[in-house]
Structures are given as C-alpha cells and as structure tokens.
C-alpha cells in the first residue's frame, strides 16, 4: 500500500498508473493508519518496487508504503 500527502498526488499516481497499465487500485486509507489524504494505491507488496518507480520517474511524491494483511 503507498499512501499520499495530498489527494492532487493520488489522483496523479491512479492516472500514471492507468496510463501505464499498473496493477492495484484507488483505495480509502485503512483507519489503522492515520497519514496523509486519506487515499492509497493498494497493489500486491511484490509490486513497490515498480510502482514507487514510477512515481519518482514522473516527479509524484507520495507518503509511507507498508504492508498490511487485509481480509
């Protein structure tokens, strides 16, 4: 999960991600965390590495990622 700052970079990463057919998907952030906009990009944790890539390639910042088990 990466989480975002602001909503403006959340919306940037969903867009470059689409753009780049990425895999993951918009989500509300997890009330366990308390940060940032309140958005996240949730993706499988072996896709980061790709993922924050491609943020920092396209000037996106974006918050802390982790790793959370969900459901």
């Known amino acids: 999960m990466i989480s975002f700052q602001e909503t403006a970079q959340a919306l940037a990463a969903e867009a470059l991600f689409t753009r780049l057919s990425l895999p993951g998907r918009i989500i509300p952030l997890p009330s366990r965390i308390s940060a940032g906009c309140g958005l996240a990009w949730k993706a499988a944790p ?26």
């Open 46 to 71: 072996g896709d980061q590495a790709v993922l924050t890539a491609a943020l920092e390639e396209n000037g996106i910042g974006h918050g802390p990622c982790c790793v959370l088990e969900m459901f």
